[in-house]
């Protein structure tokens, strides 16, 4: 990868850890929740392609 694809992946990283502490700043509690739900299906399918055993 470039230099600029990888910067563009950590200001995305960084924006988006930047919403979720504005989201628990404003509505607490809640929002912290709802972005961990949001985030299940993500890791599920993360650990299926990490273990899928017909690999690359």
């Known amino acids: 990868m470039s230099d ?3 910067a563009a ?3 995305a990283f960084a924006l988006a850890v930047l919403a979720i502490a504005a989201a628990v700043v ?3 509690l809640p929002a912290l ?3 961990a ?3 299940v299906p993500v890791m599920f399918a993360f650990y299926i392609a990490i273990s899928w055993p ?3």
């Open 4 to 6: 600029s694809a990888e």
């Open 9 to 11: 992946i950590f200001v």
């Open 26 to 28: 404003l509505w607490g």
């Open 33 to 35: 929740v709802l972005s």
């Open 37 to 39: 739900l949001a985030v």
């Open 54 to 56: 017909f690999g690359r």
